[in-house]
Structure formats: C-alpha cells, structure tokens
C-alpha cells in the first residue's frame, strides 16, 4: 500500500515517474484562462483565514456542502468562517474519489505544509496552521503566484472594463508576472439578456460611441478590442450554450438589434441569428489581431431557479448539457475557413461524449500559421478530474495529435488552485509511461520528455504568442 500522495502520487510507472520528475515537475506554469480578480493581484490581497482563500467564490466547494446537506448559511451565508470550514472538512470527509480531495491536500501539502488529512477531527488544528502560515511575508497574493512559479496568467474580462488593475500591476517593476487581459464578450452577444440595453449603453460609453445600429456596435467592438490589444491581449473567450450556425444579411441584423434596443422581444431564431452574425465578425477580427478564439460551450447554465433567483449566477447551480449540435458547430468553422477567417481556436465541450466529436472535427480545419492550430481543449470544469482527464487526452491522442496540445488552465478564482497544473502533468505523465511499459510506444526518454514539456508549457507560448521564453 502506497502512501497518500507521495512523491510518486500517480505514478504507476518508473518510466512516468521519470517524465514527470525529470520533465514536467521543472516546467513553469502558464495560466492563460482564470478567473481571478486582477484587483487582488494590484492590491496584493492578504487572506486573513483560509476559508476566505478556500472557500469564497468557490462553487466546487459549495455544491459539494450542499450535496452534505450543510444549510446555506455556512456555504455562501453570513456564517463565522471557522464554522464555514469546519462544515467544508465535514464534507471532505465524505469526498472519497472526487477531485476536490485531491486538490484540497495538495494545496495543504505544496503551501502550508500540511502532511495530514484534513477531516472533522482536524479541523482546528488545520485552521490553525493555516491561519498562522496566512500571516507569513510570503503568502501574499503576488507570492502565492511567484511561489507557483506562474510565468503568465490571463483573466476574463469584459469588452467595456477599463482594465485599470492590469494597468497598475503592469506598471510595477516589482512584480515580473504578467497578467494578460482575455476579451470576454458574452455581455454583448446575449442579446436575449434583460439588461441587454443597458449593457449596450454601458459598452457605447466605454468606446466613446453612441450604440445605436449594428454597425455601430461592431465599431464599438473595434475600438474596444484595439484597446486590448494594447493591453497585451492575446486570446478571446467565449461562454456558449452551445456554437449555432443561422446566417443572416447585416440588414436583417441590424433589424433585430434596433428592435431589441427599443424594448422588443425577439424570437429564438433571431437570437441565433444575431450571435451568429456576431461571432462571425468577431471571428475575423481575432484573425486580423492574431488572437485565439476559445469557445466554451455545452452547459446547463442555473438549473434551480429559485436558488439563482436568490443567490445569482456561478454559485453551482450548472450542469453538463446534451445539446451540442456538431453539425451547426461544423457549419460555422467551415464558413469562416472559406471567408479566410477562422483563427487559432479552442474547442472545450463540457459534455465528455463530445470528446470524439472535437476531435474528429478538429482535424477538419487545420491549416498552416500554426501547429494544431483547432484544438480539443483540456478536461474542463465537471471533467478535470481524473478520469476525466484521461479520456480527453486518450481521446485526443487516438485522433489527433497529442504532441501539439496546448495542454492544462485552471479557469479557477482561487490563487491556490495551481497544484491542479501538477495532478494534470502527473496524469500525463503516468499515461505516457503506461503505453511505453506495455510496449505501445518506444522508450526515447528525450523525446518524450519533450513533449511533456510542449504540453505542460512551450506549446501554449508558442500557440498564444505569449512574449515569454520556452523552456
């Protein structure tokens, strides 16, 4: 019986256990989707206690307490925070063989040296520890992220922010991380929003124009994505029910966004039609900047309506989707490959029976500028887990090119998930050391020790154009 996470935690393998020590535990991280709050990067935030680190905003954590019948309360409530993390180890303690007990002791283990298992019966004794190590010089924001040896890490913003605090965290020498801005423009293509108007008036003022037909929106989006880019953005991303494809003229969607600014209702189809006509002039403009597209699609968004009315969206109430249709996703690559204006894209499906979908359908669309230039996107949210992982990178080996993966992200709001970079390379790792142990693939320890070190690291520099060294 092995120890619980030595230093061979998943390593099955002599040949994955060399992979990974000799390869990609040395290899930086680069984090170019997350949603942490670039503010407290600026401010340098200081926790006070873990349960703000841990806990706060952390709809993993939250939905896995409300499966442990723990009142509300103590979950997104105005509970003491030592009762709300005495309530999440009572939760651990029943999350045998899911991530989050993974993830949780990595972090006790990789930031405040906790060797043990935190449980109820430990609950004090970690909250101590923690607490105390909080308090240290180094356990600020920006050095948690130094100590997590991230090189880069791009947030998630919207078209109108000012992007004041990436602003101010680049103008401090002090502080050699970049943070990137990402364009999140979801507020502009969720035409079906209530607050859509408002939303309108708010990106006009952003952009110094006033938003009155689609072509002015698109201008507006011009001037905005120009401010960006001077930002240093490299990449857009996209929150997607799922990709549709329904054309339309700009004169017929110039009709629908006038007649939702004015306070009509459009029908389903219009909608379809305006985010595609959207994303299509998008699409070409991430071209012209050299920008990757990312497209997230294939979630159920605020499935308990009560719970969304109360609390609001991203506090785990979503779900996986089965409605991806492939042929609307396939129509409208294809068409922006015949207008010259598909850019670098990612395709993360939520759904894990897609897996074989992207993956066939990426291979339809590549073209030169760049190696794996469609890509199948990590296991992402209900699917960075274990198995999860596993079936996206087999998947993705047996169909295409595992060699060009731009490999792990966190798309996570706590600056502790790094370690979840490491369980990804250790799963990586101990894949590509089962084939060669079965005799499925040659034992060329440089050559292999490369491509760990493309997929954890150099092939996101080299796909993003990142400004960053390889290693």
């Not at 699609?297 to 499935?303: A, H, L, S, V």
């Not at 050391?433 to 954890?456: H, N």
């Amino acid at each position: 019986m092995k120890d619980f996470i030595d230093q061979n935690f998943l390593l099955r393998s002599p040949v994955a256990q060399s992979l990974y020590h000799d390869f990609a535990a040395k290899a930086p991280i680069l984090d170019y989707h997350c949603h942490i709050d670039p503010k407290e990067i600026a401010q340098n935030r200081r926790f006070e206690n873990i349960a703000q680190v841990w806990l706060g905003g952390d709809h993993y954590k939250w939905r896995q307490m409300r499966s442990n019948g723990v009142e509300e309360c103590y979950i997104t409530g105005d509970a003491p925070d030592r009762e709300k993390f005495q309530k999440w180890a009572e939760t651990l303690d029943k999350a045998v063989g899911n991530p989050l007990f993974h993830w949780s002791h990595l972090e006790l283990r990789r930031y405040f040296g906790y060797t043990g298992i935190l449980s109820a019966g430990t609950a004090q004794e970690v909250w101590e520890l923690c607490n105390a190590k909080l308090q240290e010089p180094d356990m600020s924001v920006r050095s948690l992220i130094c100590r997590s040896r991230v090189k880069l890490l791009c947030t998630t913003d919207d078209p109108a922010d000012d992007l004041c605090w990436h602003k101010e965290i680049a103008a401090d020498p002090g502080f050699d991380v970049q943070v990137l801005p990402a364009w999140r423009p979801d507020r502009a293509l969720n035409i079906e929003r209530p607050d859509y108007a408002d939303y309108i008036g708010k990106l006009g003022e952003s952009a110094g124009l006033n938003i009155t037909t689609f072509h002015s929106l698109k201008e507006a989006l011009e001037k905005r994505m120009a401010f960006f880019e001077l930002m240093g953005c490299r990449a857009s991303d996209h929150g997607l029910a799922f990709v549709m494809y329904a054309p339309a003229g700009d004169r017929e969607l110039d009709a629908i966004f006038q007649k939702r600014l004015s306070g009509g209702e459009i029908t389903r189809g219009e909608e379809l039609k305006f985010k595609t006509g959207l994303m299509m002039f998008l699409a070409k403009e991430y071209v012209r900047l050299g920008w990757v597209m990312q497209l997230h699609f294939g979630c159920m968004r605020d499935n308990n309506r009560l719970e969304f009315a109360r609390l609001g969206p991203d506090t785990g109430f979503d779900a996986i989707s089965s409605d991806t249709p492939s042929d609307q996703l396939s129509a409208f690559l294809s068409a922006l490959y015949e207008k010259q204006a598909l850019p670098k894209t990612i395709l993360y499906s939520l759904n894990p029976n897609d897996d074989g979908i992207l993956g066939s359908l990426i291979g339809c669309f590549q073209g030169t500028g760049a190696a794996g230039k469609i890509q199948q996107g990590s296991a992402w949210w209900f699917n960075d887990h274990k198995a999860g992982m596993e079936k996206q990178l087999t998947s993705l080996a047996s169909l295409g090119l595992l060699g060009n993966f731009v490999g792990m992200l966190t798309d996570s709001r706590s600056f502790l998930s790094y370690p979840r970079h490491e369980y990804f390379r250790r799963i990586l790792c101990n894949l590509l050391g089962g084939w060669v142990e079965e005799g499925e693939y040659p034992w060329d320890r440089e050559k292999l020790g490369e491509i760990v070190k493309d997929i954890s690291y150099n092939n996101a520099v080299r796909y993003f154009g990142f400004d960053l060294e390889t290693v």
